[in-house]
């Protein structure tokens, strides 16, 4: 059973209180078999080492398992994993249903989101999967995201690098929590740290993860809570911190990289359009911020967790391995520095090959609200105009549309000026959603979220008391909100506020309709909740006005993205 939420005197590992901590659950409650330090085993053509312990510089013990190809005596390059989901098979993505991860790509040795054993030691890799620090039998308290993790993961890299049987190069890989820890490692610049490959994973713990625009993320917060709770001692409880640190302090700013430009290791990044509130501008900017030079950019439109298991994904990461970890010529050189999926609909895209991210080439468009008629113009309208919602029904918002009369490509990050007031309460939440709508008035579907094939083309957010923008760190198609005080609003009070929507791709084809939807609750919800991000502690009341205004006076409402005409 899971121990009551508590602070602890003396471990308050951020500096900053509260920091609260619960007992974790015991090992065996999640089917973790016993601990054997040191158990070896020959099985499917690998040489096993099972629960080895890996001492860090302070004296504590994580615990390993090590697969090496059986026979093979020479040197080795190493494949580094490392979580708190636990390392111990099997795992199956059968929980979850529309992931679409065939069986037979995955063998009982694989850990939750991270490379196969059975396959990569036959490509000639040793693969070893750590429990991260007071996680299942490792020793420690689990602080979940933090600079001792990644501390420890260099301690462990540097373990690997020095194996006798090792040829001192050591690469990272993994999807989501697994990818999130290779930036804080990477960080860290292990000397033995060769190559890595973070497959979308957040690089702003408040702005990715916990709070969208400022809103409290209250779903899988808790659905990751519930993946870290294994741990002999004291396991960090994420949901009661966070709720203690609503603004953005010390205690959100010791879960990310402070500065991404410190990582120099050749890195191998993939993004994905449909992850909207979790990976993808996270990763986007870990590619953009690390200075790397020699790093790749991927970014498609699928189901995350198929695309990495995905045989030719598989051979575009075995390329990426043979040149920087067994030091051989390999097919890497001759892909393109960033290549990007330009998507239709779901499951329908091209991809294509650029040289830089962001596109430099993009023409910057504003396109003016009208209210009145609904609609997304290239002039302001003359009158002024206002709209409203009621934000406890699901299906009231501010919709409006823009007609495309030319194939025109969207592709990157948009910012939405609003001017907004309310007479019921000091603040106010806002969601927007991005949707194409085709020819026939039909709301056209993308992949999102790992499993669902129904999803929109993009979403933002903001709660309006952080509306406040660092105006160095803020572009013209992208917001940068302080998050460090709040604005409350006096009641009827007009005020401005931008909201930041997430990088997206897609392809409008001539009579097709943009349509942007504003609302006070979640405007995506899904029967998959587990991967879904809610936002339910809301502070709206009822009704929430928005109010436009012509360009002619001091306020402007617009749309800023950039686009690609193709018929020019």
């Not at 471990?11 to 015991?26: D, L, N, Q, R, S």
């Not at 009208?370 to 002039?379: I, P, Q, R, V």
Request: proline residues 6%; contains cysteine.
């Amino acid at each position: 059973m899971e121990g009551t939420t508590q602070e602890v005197p003396g471990k308050t590992p951020c500096g900053v209180k509260p920091f609260y901590w619960k007992k974790g659950i015991e090992p065996r409650e999640g089917k973790r078999p016993p601990l054997i330090p040191n158990k070896k085993e020959i099985a499917d053509g690998m040489d096993i080492t099972w629960d080895v312990p890996v001492t860090m510089r302070d004296g504590v013990r994580v615990y390993v398992d090590v697969f090496r190809p059986e026979g093979v005596t020479g040197k080795l390059p190493i494949i580094f994993t490392f979580s708190p989901y636990g390392k111990h098979g099997p795992k199956t993505f059968d929980i979850f249903p529309g992931a679409d991860v065939p069986k037979e790509w995955v063998s009982k040795y694989a850990v939750w989101e991270s490379i196969d054993p059975v396959v990569w030691t036959k490509k000639g890799y040793a693969v070893i999967n750590g429990d991260s620090r007071g996680s299942w039998g490792s020793e420690g308290d689990l602080e979940i995201f933090s600079q001792q993790e990644s501390r420890d993961g260099h301690d462990c890299i540097e373990w690997a690098g020095t194996l006798p049987w090792s040829n001192g190069k050591v690469g990272m890989i993994g999807v989501s929590y697994l990818s999130i820890v290779q930036w804080g490692i990477a960080a860290q610049n292990p000397p033995h740290l060769a190559a890595f490959v973070p497959w979308e994973g957040f690089t702003d713990f408040y702005r990715d993860y916990t709070h969208h625009g400022g809103i409290p993320e209250t779903k899988f917060l808790h659905f990751t809570q519930w993946s870290c709770r294994a741990g002999v001692n004291l396991v960090e409880d994420l949901i009661a911190n966070n709720k203690a640190h609503p603004l953005l302090d010390d205690y959100h700013r010791s879960k990310c990289v402070q500065d991404l430009s410190n990582i120099t290791t050749p890195a191998y990044v993939v993004a994905d359009w449909g992850d909207h509130g979790m990976h993808t501008r996270g990763t986007l900017n870990g590619y953009i911020g690390i200075s790397s030079k020699e790093k790749w950019l991927e970014v498609h439109g699928r189901k995350k967790w198929r695309y990495f298991f995905e045989p030719e994904s598989v051979r575009r990461q075995e390329a990426f391995f043979q040149k920087f970890l067994k030091g051989e010529a390999s097919e890497i050189d001759a892909y393109p520095k960033v290549r990007i999926e330009i998507r239709d609909r779901a499951w329908v895209g091209e991809f294509r090959n650029e040289v830089e991210w962001p596109l430099s080439r993009a023409k910057f468009v504003k396109k003016y609200i009208d209210a009145s008629a609904g609609k997304l113009l290239g002039e302001p309208p003359r009158a002024v105009t206002t709209i409203s919602y009621d934000s406890d029904v699901q299906d009231s918002c501010a919709h409006f549309f823009l007609d495309f009369d030319r194939e025109t490509e969207l592709t990157g990050s948009m910012r939405l000026r609003l001017w907004v007031s309310t007479d019921l309460g000091d603040d106010m939440d806002i969601f927007v959603q991005l949707d194409k709508i085709d020819r026939e008035d039909r709301v056209t579907p993308y992949v999102a979220f790992s499993m669902i094939d129904d999803g929109p083309l993009g979403l933002g957010w903001l709660r309006v008391s952080h509306r406040d923008l660092d105006l160095v760190k803020s572009t013209v198609d992208r917001p940068f909100h302080k998050h460090d005080r709040r604005l409350l609003l006096r009641s009827n009070e007009v005020v401005p506020i931008d909201v930041e929507i997430l990088p997206t791709s897609t392809l409008f084809h001539p009579g097709e309709r943009l349509r942007v939807k504003v609302q006070g609750n979640d405007s995506f919800r899904h029967s998959t909740p587990d991967v879904v991000q809610f936002h339910e502690d809301s502070v709206n009341k009822e009704w929430v006005y928005l109010r436009i205004v012509t360009k002619d006076t001091e306020f402007d409402t617009a749309i800023q993205a950039y686009t690609l005409n193709f018929n020019e």
